[in-house]
T-cell receptor, first 111, second 114 residues
Framework: DAKTTQPTSMDCAEGRAANLPCNHS???????VYWYRQIHSQGPQYIIH???NNETNEMASLIITEDRKSSTLILPHATLRDTAVYYC????????????FGPGTRLSVLP | NAGVTQTPKFQVLKTGQSMTLQCAQD?????MSWYRQDPGMGLRLIHY???????DQGEVPNGYNVSRSTTEDFPLRLLSAAPSQTSVYFC?????????????FGEGSWLTVV
């Protein structure tokens, strides 16, 4: 699985958009980009995933660059409850491949 | 929806004791796994199973055993607990439906070994 690089921590003002970057320069053609988050010490929660097109759901948007070497998770109107560790994971198509969690980005949403 | 259920939520063990962390899922998922998370760290994969009767090692398997006799259950056994196994343990499951099958986590089991 391709490795990912994320900033260790970020701050965002409440109500503003939070843009979390992720570099995955060694991603291969059949690998998806997933985002999960972990609030305090709960189990990680799925946010969104994509292959090459930009994706949006009720939680967030995922922007993947054309060369697929990086992506950005966007929380459009961050709230205090979005304070969490955000994990960017690149994983292949095969069923047997595992999810590998790195240290992630600790996002603090400030009032 | 129960999803992924882990028990116990908290446990204190003495060094050398053994115990089993239970994990059950009601989503008929083929794949199940165990992760551990140490303070300030990401999750590390201990063992996983792609179906009943099939298990394999992850990144940090030493000191742990697993078995998968049913689709629903995937217990994690600590054979002889050590202080280095103090951690939060997460069980997870996912279906085998491609292409972007997402993984679902339990709420975690906090284990302290003294």
């Amino acid at each position: 699985d391709a490795k990912t690089t994320q900033p260790t921590s970020m701050d965002c003002a409440e109500g503003r958009a939070a843009n979390l970057p992720c570099n995955h320069s060694t991603i291969s053609g059949n690998e998806y980009v997933y985002w999960y988050r972990q609030i305090h010490s709960q189990g990680p929660q799925y946010i969104i995933h994509g292959l090459k097109n930009n994706e949006t759901n009720e939680m967030a948007s995922l922007i993947i660059t054309e060369d697929r070497k990086s992506s950005t998770l966007i929380l459009p109107h961050a709230t205090l409850r979005d304070t969490a560790v955000y994990y960017c994971i690149v994983r292949g198509y095969n069923y047997g491949q595992n999810f590998v969690f790195g240290p992630g980005t600790r996002l603090s949403v400030l009032p | 929806n129960a999803g992924v259920t882990q028990t116990p939520k908290f446990q204190v063990l003495k060094t050398g004791q053994s115990m089993t962390l239970q994990c059950a899922q009601d989503m008929n998922h083929e794949y199940m796994s165990w992760y551990r998370q140490d303070p300030g760290m990401g999750l590390r994969l201990i063992h996983y199973s792609v179906g009943a009767g099939i298990t394999d090692q992850g990144e940090v398997p030493n000191g742990y055993n697993v078995s998968r006799s049913t689709t629903e259950d995937f217990p994690l056994r600590l054979l002889s607990a050590a202080p280095s196994q103090t951690s939060v343990y997460f069980c997870a499951s996912r279906s085998q439906m491609p292409p972007g099958n997402t993984i679902y986590f339990g709420e975690g089991s906090w284990l302290t070994v003294v």
